[in-house]
């Protein structure tokens, strides 16, 4: 008899914050990057990515492969997520090739649904998340043997920065010398528990979204950039050696002075692009101006701004600096929603911003995310697909 | 008898603004420059600074020497002024060794009077226009037969880019190579005649003024940019090279290209300081935004942004696109004070700047400056120093 079963796996993946920034691709095609980068996955309990992957024969073929996203039909005829499913069929297909017992899932259409608990319009970097639980999920429903590592490859022709979201903790995405992108795959440099009291404060920007995509823009930057070559041959290399020593031996001075230099050197090789690539604006500035206040005050490295492709500040500090910086912020952004009400009540300022800052920020600022270094994805039986194959109901 | 005469002489001088950019000392207290550098100047007319220079034995040697700047005394007692005092002293001395019949002004007291036609607070380059009339005034009163050249190796170590306030049109300033600095002047690549119809429109931003000054400002840059070094040793070189060939080929496509790219090299390698320096603000970035568009919609490089250490946007334009660059600033800006009126009357605008870009160059834009390239500095009999050697009447 026909084989009428709906196959389902869940995972939820992490967003990860890069502290040394991936920016230039040497292989477009393959998401190949020109230089290796380090991130801090973002715990899941405040940012997260939910995907079931699920197929069956009763799946009409005539649909093909489908992604519901945030409760909207999104293409899957890209070309990178194509090579994402195309990878991890064949390595399905080779187990069933194996072993003849095992359900031909390879040749059944693939119904993916799958949810952020974040605005997608907060500008964070969701389709790290995205690409890591969208393979992973599937990655599970085809009980595949493959290592996050090896996954990592997969994911890394999805979106190259997802592939470090296959990890908790402290992830490496090596760069590579392959061709073929075989060794440009992600791996841990420390878990969340070597280093836990990590955390992360992400001011969100009420910016418009941005002007230019990351992959044009690390395109232009490649071709057009003068000072792009010595970040890459020099600024780079020297500053993950930095960050994997400062991680070792949970150095928040070092981590944190690498983490803002690295970010104004990617900034800076954006401005030096042709015509000019700009992602932070002056409420950005402001956040950096805020956090060297706070730095003075302190009379140390307790807070390190780091900027993505886009104005939202993220800010990370230990948990013991939190007052410092925490509430410095609190105290100038009340009004701003997001705050973890149990986490600042009763927080002091360290000090308190020069109207100027402060004016910038509470004009700029449209909500406060407060989370810390996490896992990476996890297995779940929530599911986004019933039984029967429907989407589940909200 | 006494000499009791007060000897006068007056020059004018002008401002320039550098379209490869001097950013970096390689020796601080000579002034030498880590790069290379070119300038146009611009026109007196619009910009200037009018220096009086007088030397008298009625001047009581108890009161040394002076400097009157735009009716307020002004500290004289800086390295920087000193030692160009005692290097035209100096030659001063030598021409009254050789011919013992020239009165002994290099032993007189020096009084100087010095008045800008344009606000300080506008954040234009007055030192390099300062510092230039300052020399050339004097050298005129000691009735010194050195060559602008050499006057500039004087002016250099006053305030490096005064060096290139020297001379008019469009000027290079060599860095050398000698450790004396000897060789670190600059030198006039064409006249202004040579390509007279190049126009500079400025834009001032109503911002507080700077944040770091640009002599320490660039040393952080040296010291901590890890992407300074790649600019010097290669972007500078070809874009100096390709500057002097547009400039003798009257090439505006490439004059404006390498002017754009040159600014953001050097606010790229500002952004890239530790920590980070920022002399542009949004305004800043959607005078660029505008400038991209006029250029879209003209379907070629008609108009040139360059930024110095400021927010303020210096726009480099042909005559014959006057219409295409300031008809549309003009109408985007209509409310703004310091048009000439005769010369944007009647102007249609090329394009309608987008509002984002609008709203932010009207809200923070101040003044516009018209002007264009110009001569050099200018002896002129007007006096700020009357006969009896006092500070002339206004």
């Not at 079963?5 to 995972?11: I, L, N, P």
């Not at 649909?63 to 064949?90: I, K, M, W, Y």
């Not at 009980?143 to 979106?159: F, K, T």
Request: proline share 4%.
């Amino acid at each position: 008899m026909a084989d009428t079963k709906v196959y389902r796996a869940s995972t939820t993946a992490p967003v990860n914050i890069a502290v040394v920034k991936y920016w230039g691709k040497r292989d477009a095609k393959l998401n190949l990057p020109t230089n290796s980068s380090l991130s801090v996955t973002l715990s899941q309990s405040d940012l997260r990515t939910l995907t079931t992957a699920s197929c069956s024969a009763l799946f009409p073929a005539s649909e093909g492969d489908s992604l519901l996203l945030n409760g909207a039909p999104s293409d899957v005829s890209g070309a990178r997520t194509q090579a994402c499913f195309r990878e991890l069929r064949a390595r399905r297909a080779a187990l069933e090739g194996a072993d003849p017992a095992l359900p031909k899932l390879s040749t059944l259409p693939l119904r993916l649904v799958s949810e952020n608990n974040f605005p997608t319009a907060a500008g964070l970097a969701s389709s790290a998340a995205g690409f890591a639980a969208f393979v992973r999920a599937i990655a599970d429903l085809y009980e595949l043997p493959a290592s996050p590592s090896e996954l990592s490859l997969i994911a890394r022709q999805g979106s190259g920065s997802a592939c470090r979201s296959l990890f908790g903790g402290y992830v490496a995405w090596r760069m590579g010398a392959r061709e073929d992108g075989g060794d440009s795959m992600a791996d841990q440099v420390a878990e969340a528990s070597h280093w836990p009291e990590m955390r992360a404060l992400i001011l969100v920007a009420s910016a418009a979204k941005k002007g230019v995509s990351s992959t044009s823009g690390m395109q232009q930057t490649v071709a057009t950039s003068g000072l792009f070559k010595e970040r890459i041959a020099t600024v780079v290399p020297a500053n993950m050696a930095a960050m994997e020593k400062a991680i070792a031996e949970r150095d928040f001075e070092v981590f944190g002075e690498v983490t803002m230099r690295d970010s104004n050197s990617f900034h800076a090789t954006c401005a030096d692009t042709y015509p000019p690539i700009f992602y932070m604006n002056d409420v950005s500035r402001a956040a950096i101006r805020a956090v060297e206040a706070i730095n003075a005050a302190a009379g140390r490295t307790v807070a390190a701004y780091t900027f993505d492709a886009g104005p939202n500040a993220v800010i990370y500090y230990l948990e013991k600096d939190a007052e410092a910086v925490v509430g410095t912020f609190y105290h100038a952004l009340g009004g701003v929603g997001g705050w973890k009400t149990g986490a600042v009540e009763g927080l002091k300022q360290l000090v308190a911003l020069e109207d100027g800052v402060r004016g910038l920020l509470q004009a700029g600022v449209s909500r406060a995310i407060m989370t810390g270094v996490g896992e990476g994805p996890i297995k779940t039986d929530e599911y986004l697909v019933a039984e029967d194959g429907s989407p589940a109901k909200r």
